[in-house]
């Protein structure tokens, strides 16, 4: 991420953590059944990351001062990283249940 690469650490947690929550709202909420709702879902995640790509340059291109440090950066970043890595490729409990035959 362009935030990470600026040295806004926290901006980029946010920012990841927000897609996240648009990726499991999209998925949990059956947004993509009805051909209206598919269609907002769909502009508003690509505005989102036209939105999170132009934030990042804007802040590269006006060489805006970098954040603070996080505590303890050499432990901070592995755990951000582990913690995106399982949210994105580990199912969730109610894909285990589905997968396994005990949802309804």
Request: proline share 8%; no cysteine.
């Amino acid at each position: 991420m362009g935030q990470l690469y600026n040295r806004q650490p926290r901006k980029a947690f946010a920012m990841a953590l927000i897609s996240q929550i648009f990726g499991m709202l999209m998925a949990k909420a059956r947004l993509l059944l009805a051909f209206s709702t598919m269609v907002a879902t769909v502009v508003i995640l690509v505005v989102w990351k036209f939105f999170v790509t132009a934030e990042a340059a804007y802040t590269a291109a006006t060489a805006k001062k970098p954040e603070p440090s996080v505590p303890l950066p050499w432990l901070t970043y592995p755990l951000l990283a582990v913690l995106f890595f399982a949210a994105a490729f580990f199912p969730s409990p109610d894909q285990l249940k589905n997968k396994a035959g005990f949802a309804a």
